[in-house]
Nanobody
Framework: QVQLVESGGELVQAGGSLRLSCTASGRTFSTYAMAWFRQAPGKGREFVAVVSWNGGTKSLTDSVKGRFTISRDNTKNTVWLQMNNLTPDAAAVYYC??????????????WGQGTQVTVSS
């Protein structure tokens, strides 16, 4: 088990950028794939991005390809989600999660508390 804490969410104008951070406690961070999901009001939690334990394999949902980047530093127990050219439909609570490599919500059982991203048009 790891404890995950997200940060970096805030209000940003459409077209702007944000970098979300997720820091984990515990010594097992480097053994987990790390993912970002998001949940907008009235909608289910959806996959955004995932990175393998060593950073060598990544996957992003189609709607963010070319604009979002996921990265990690195992020496800092941190994973980031760089979000560029944000659009209003990106507004949601963003969660990081740890598990084996997957793009499926149900595969993850370690979750942070979430960080709110708001995009004004």
């Amino acid at each position: 088990q790891v404890q995950l804490v997200e940060s970096g969410g805030e209000l940003v104008q459409a077209g702007g950028s944000l970098r979300l951070s997720c820091t984990a406690s515990g010594r097992t961070f480097s053994t987990y794939a790390m993912a970002w999901f998001r949940q907008a009001p009235g909608k289910g939690r959806e996959f955004v991005a995932v990175v393998s334990w060593n950073g060598g394999t990544k996957s992003l949902t189609d709607s963010v390809k070319g604009r979002f980047t996921i990265s990690r530093d195992n020496t800092k127990n941190t994973v980031w989600l760089q979000m560029n050219n944000l659009t209003p439909d990106a507004a949601a609570v963003y969660y990081c999660a740890a598990a084996s490599y997957s793009t499926t919500v149900t595969a993850y059982d370690n979750w942070g508390q979430g960080t709110q991203v708001t995009v004004s048009s």
